[in-house]
């Protein structure tokens, strides 16, 4: 065995075993034979690259930027073709349907979907798993009554429990209410499984605080200029709000842009996603906390996911990688 390949293969295992480290599956779920796939796995991969896609909602979404690049550190490590998709908005289900009916056409070998919608997706994979192409979800989850209707199965789930990581944001700021004070939720996609999931978890957070009233619950379909105008109607609805839960951190953006505007103080905000673009708002109190759902790791998963499902292997059905609280305290 050459140095070059000793060298790799420990590489491998080491980048693994971080990324392992990191995850927190949920055990009823997993089969317990199965692991991440392994040096030797790697190493003994056939000399043909597997060409496998990774369509996202958009790249105007730094989250999804992240996504990517785990999936490009995946496709250097472990000797993939990656191609790389996305639509033009999150709302761009459409474009995402599109897309996949001309990956089923080039014959990619897999396909991971962060899907915009969590069933209109769902035909067009279908139409994609009866061509042979591997599907492994990201992210949002597809609708499970959805899936068994057209019999779209074995499909791994590859993201983070929302509600639980919604309900730790909102918590954080939640907790620090001792008198009366009228909350609001700005939601994703109202049928995106990850919104309904972020929205239920912080309406959950309010409600442990029996001073704190959630006066209302809007969409603004994770956008920062939506967001934005949502804010603004609602504030002259509920001039006295004083605690807002945004599904994403686009949304907190757009949020907190009213605020400043307007000059509207002794606001809590909390959010999710964790970009790097609002750790400064993080460090100045603008924003108090936000979740971080370690997107890269979900698409190198994703990918170490579909080559091992290539080999033969029987997947687990759902993989949750651990919700991490960021706050002023350890933004970076």
Same mark, same amino acid.
């Given at each position: 065995?050459?140095?070059?390949?000793?060298?790799?293969?420990?590489?491998?295992?080491?980048?693994?075993?971080?990324?392992?480290?990191?995850?927190?599956?949920?055990?009823?779920?997993?089969?317990?034979?199965?692991?991440?796939?392994?040096?030797?796995?790697?190493?003994?991969?056939?000399?043909?690259?597997?060409?496998?896609?990774?369509?996202?909602?958009?790249?105007?979404?730094?989250?999804?930027?992240?996504?990517?690049?785990?999936?490009?550190?995946?496709?250097?490590?472990?000797?993939?073709?990656?191609?790389?998709?996305?639509?033009?908005?999150?709302?761009?289900?459409?474009?995402?349907?599109?897309?996949?009916?001309?990956?089923?056409?080039?014959?990619? %070998?897999?396909?991971?979907? /962060?899907? @915009?919608?969590?069933?209109?997706? +769902? &035909?067009?994979? *279908?139409? !994609? $798993? #009866?061509?042979?192409?591997?599907?492994?979800?990201?992210?949002?989850?597809?609708?499970?009554?959805?899936?068994?209707?057209?019999?779209?199965?074995?499909?791994?789930?590859?993201?983070?429990?929302?509600?639980?990581?919604?309900?730790?944001?909102?918590?954080?700021?939640?907790? %620090?209410?001792?008198?009366? /004070?009228? @909350?609001?939720?700005?939601?994703? +996609? &109202?049928?995106? *499984?990850? !919104? $309904? #999931?972020?929205?239920?978890?912080?309406?959950?957070?309010?409600?442990?605080?029996?001073?704190?009233?959630?006066?209302?619950?809007?969409?603004?379909?994770?956008?920062?200029?939506?967001?934005?105008?949502?804010?603004?109607?609602?504030?002259?609805?509920?001039?006295?709000?004083?605690?807002?839960?945004?599904?994403?951190?686009?949304?907190?953006?757009?949020?907190?842009?009213?605020? *400043?505007?307007?000059?509207?103080?002794?606001?809590?905000?909390?959010?999710?996603?964790?970009?790097?673009?609002?750790?400064?708002?993080?460090?100045?109190?603008?924003?108090?906390?936000?979740?971080?759902?370690?997107?890269?790791?979900?698409?190198?998963?994703?990918?170490?996911?579909?080559?091992?499902?290539?080999?033969?292997?029987?997947?687990?059905?759902?993989?949750?990688?651990?919700?991490?609280?960021?706050?002023?305290?350890?933004?970076?």
């Amino acid at each position: 065995m050459t140095k070059r390949l000793l060298l790799s293969i420990y590489l491998i295992l080491a980048i693994l075993g971080a990324a392992c480290g990191k995850a927190s599956q949920d055990t009823s779920l997993l089969a317990p034979q199965n692991t991440p796939i392994s040096a030797q796995t790697a190493a003994t991969a056939p000399a043909e690259k597997y060409t496998i896609a990774l369509v996202m909602k958009t790249l105007t979404n730094p989250f999804f930027v992240e996504m990517e690049k785990g999936a490009r550190q995946a496709e250097k490590e472990l000797g993939i073709n990656l191609i790389v998709k996305t639509g033009a908005q999150e709302t761009s289900v459409d474009q995402q349907i599109t897309i996949i009916e001309e990956l089923i056409q080039d014959k990619v %070998k897999a396909i991971l979907i /962060a899907p @915009a919608d969590s069933v209109q997706l +769902i &035909p067009v994979l *279908k139409k !994609a $798993q #009866d061509a042979g192409i591997i599907i492994i979800n990201l992210d949002n989850q597809l609708d499970q009554q959805a899936l068994e209707k057209v019999g779209l199965v074995n499909v791994p789930y590859i993201s983070v429990d929302n509600e639980k990581g919604a309900y730790l944001s909102a918590k954080y700021i939640s907790d %620090k209410v001792t008198s009366p /004070a009228k @909350a609001i939720i700005l939601e994703g +996609i &109202p049928t995106a *499984k990850n !919104a $309904q #999931d972020r929205k239920t978890g912080a309406a959950k957070a309010f409600s442990e605080n029996k001073n704190i009233q959630l006066a209302a619950s809007a969409t603004a379909h994770w956008k920062v200029d939506e967001a934005y105008q949502v804010t603004s109607q609602l504030f002259k609805q509920y001039p006295d709000i004083k605690l807002i839960f945004a599904a994403n951190d686009m949304m907190a953006m757009g949020t907190l842009q009213y605020l *400043k505007e307007n000059g509207i103080k002794d606001v809590q905000v909390a959010a999710y996603d964790a970009l790097k673009e609002v750790m400064p708002m993080l460090k100045d109190g603008t924003l108090q906390a936000t979740i971080d759902q370690q997107a890269a790791i979900q698409a190198y998963t994703g990918v170490q996911f579909a080559i091992r499902a290539l080999h033969g292997e029987k997947l687990q059905p759902v993989t949750l990688l651990d919700v991490l609280l960021v706050t002023r305290e350890n933004a970076p």
